[in-house]
C-alpha cells in the first residue's frame, strides 16, 4: 500500500505537468473565475490533484475514530473531432481506516475506487446566463479489500452537475450522481442504489482566501429500510499561486450531521484538511 499510492500520484502529476505547453482554444469561461471557485466547481475546466485527510473524532455507533485519505485527480480534457464536448474526468481512490465495531478498534484498507465522466453541456452560453452544467456517467468499482469498507458491487448510473456564478466572488454549485449494482464479487454482497448529492457554496473574500461549504455530501440509500445522511460543512481555505502554470491549494473544513435515519455507524463531527494542486493551463 505504501508503495502503490505514491507511485499513482506522481505518474498523476508527471502527466498534468505534460500538459504545461498545450493552449486549448476550448478552455472557454476560466479566465476570469478565481481558482479558489473553480477549484470546487465540478463544472469548472481546471485539472488538479486533490489530497484530503477526512478525520472522525466523533462517530455514531462506535467509540473509534474513523479516518480516510482520499486521493481524487480531475483532468480536464478537450473536445476532440468525434467527441465535440469537453470532459471532466474524475477519479477517487481512497485508504479508509473504518471501526471494526462498537469498540475502538479499526481496520484499514483500499476503498472501492469512484469515476465520474463529466460532459459539459454548452448551451445556455455560459458568458450570458452565467450557467454551467454538465451530464455523464459515474462508476464504483469493488477494489475494496475488506467487507467493512467497501461494498463488493459493480455499480453504474448517471451523474449531473451545475454551476452558478453571476453574483460576484459567490459561486453556487451542485453534484448529483446516482449508482446501482449489477454485478457482485461476494456471495454476502447486498444489492445497493444510492443517491447522493453534493451542494457547494464558496466565497471570494480576497488575497486568494475564502469561504466554504462544499464537503459534505447527502447520501439517500434509495433500497427499503436503508439508510440516509444529511451532513452539513463550512470552512475556509487559500489558493498560493506560484506561476501562471501551478497553484497550490490549502484548506480546512468541519463537518456535522444534521440529519440521519436508519443508519447504524455515521460520522457525528468530521474534520477535512486539504492539499490541491492545481495546474491552470494543462488539458489534455
Not at 69 to 93: A, Y
Request: hydrophobic content about 40%.
Amino acid at each position: 500500500m505504501a508503495l502503490r499510492l505514491p507511485t499513482i500520484g506522481l505518474l498523476i502529476v508527471m502527466l498534468l505537468l505534460s500538459c504545461f505547453a498545450q493552449r486549448s482554444a476550448f478552455a472557454i469561461f476560466t479566465n476570469n473565475e478565481p481558482l479558489g471557485e473553480k477549484e470546487y466547481d465540478p463544472t469548472a475546466s481546471l485539472s488538479q490533484l486533490q489530497f484530503t485527510d477526512i478525520y472522525t473524532p466523533a462517530q455514531y455507533g462506535t467509540n473509534a475514530q474513523p479516518n480516510t485519505l482520499r486521493i481524487r485527480p480531475i483532468l480536464d480534457i478537450r473536445p476532440f473531432w468525434f467527441l465535440p464536448l469537453e470532459q471532466l474526468v474524475r477519479p477517487t481512490f481512497r485508504v479508509v481506516t473504518a471501526p471494526e465495531g462498537k469498540g475502538a478498534s479499526t481496520t484499514s484498507g483500499y476503498g472501492d475506487m469512484q469515476l465520474l465522466d463529466l460532459f459539459r453541456i454548452p448551451w445556455p452560453n455560459a458568458e450570458v446566463s452565467a450557467f454551467r452544467w454538465g451530464l455523464g456517467p459515474y462508476l464504483i468499482f469493488p477494489t475494496a479489500n475488506n467487507d467493512r469498507i467497501g461494498q463488493r458491487a459493480w455499480q453504474a448510473g448517471p451523474a449531473a452537475a451545475f454551476s452558478y456564478f453571476g453574483i460576484p466572488d459567490l459561486n453556487v454549485a451542485g453534484l448529483i450522481q446516482q449508482a446501482t449494482s449489477f454485478a457482485y464479487t461476494s456471495p454476502r454482497a447486498k444489492p445497493v442504489t444510492s443517491l447522493t448529492f453534493q451542494p457547494i457554496v464558496t466565497y471570494q473574500i480576497g488575497y486568494g482566501w475564502y469561504l466554504k461549504s462544499s464537503d459534505a455530501t447527502w447520501t439517500f440509500n434509495l433500497r427499503h429500510n436503508t439508510s440516509t445522511t444529511i451532513p452539513i460543512s463550512a470552512g475556509f481555505g487559500k489558493v498560493w499561486s506560484l506561476s501562471p502554470d501551478l497553484a497550490i491549494d490549502t484548506s480546512s473544513s468541519g463537518e456535522w450531521t444534521l440529519y440521519r435515519q436508519f443508519s447504524g455507524q455515521t460520522q457525528q463531527f468530521t474534520v477535512n484538511f486539504q492539499v490541491t494542486l492545481l495546474f491552470p493551463r494543462a488539458q489534455l
